[in-house]
């Protein structure tokens, strides 16, 4: 999938390579609730097994900018059922934050979602506190729908998680 600036590509083996000069900032794991300890790239054999794991995912991206992976976006928990999907997204480093890549995937990732997945409702979830991403899923066209009141414990404090989605029919994308 291709966007304006940025291409979503389904991780290959010849990705590994790019995946290993991969370092995200201290920020990108707070935005995320993760510790950089317990994240794939905190040592060469998590990032080696987690790829391997990749290799075989259906609707996951690594997001390039020029020959750079810059992040990863997914839809996962799909029911076939109910006809949806969760949304998550992740890009790495503050240097192509605020740039509007954020946008530019989620709208790839939600006409893949509707257009070819035939998916009626992707959901998300994001801690209340990182404002930048709500503001990229609202121009998304996301919506929120509720709040998950202290469900996650980060960095010795709790913190609120915003549930947010976007019906097929509501979807505009560019």
């Not at 997204?89 to 997945?117: D, S």
């Amino acid at each position: 999938m291709k966007s304006e600036n940025l291409t979503l590509k389904k991780p290959l083996q010849e990705d590994y390579d790019s995946l290993c000069k991969v370092k995200p900032c201290d920020e990108f794991y707070l935005m995320v609730g993760s510790e950089p300890a317990e994240s794939v790239f905190a040592s060469r054999e998590k990032l080696e097994k987690s790829f391997k794991e990749l290799l075989n995912k259906e609707n996951y991206w690594f997001v390039y900018k020029d020959l750079e992976i810059i992040g990863a976006a997914f839809l996962h928990s799909l029911e076939a059922n109910d006809n949806r999907a969760r949304y998550a997204i992740g890009i790495y480093n503050k240097e192509n934050w605020n740039r509007g890549y954020g946008h530019e995937i989620a709208q790839a990732v939600l006409k893949h979602a509707f257009h070819n997945l035939k998916l009626h409702k992707i959901d998300l979830r994001v801690l209340a506190y990182n404002k930048r991403a709500i503001a990229s899923y609202r121009k998304s066209g996301f919506i929120q729908e509720g709040v998950l009141r202290e469900n996650a414990f980060i960095d010795g404090k709790w913190h609120d998680d915003i549930i947010m989605s976007v019906l097929c029919h509501e979807f505009h994308g560019e």
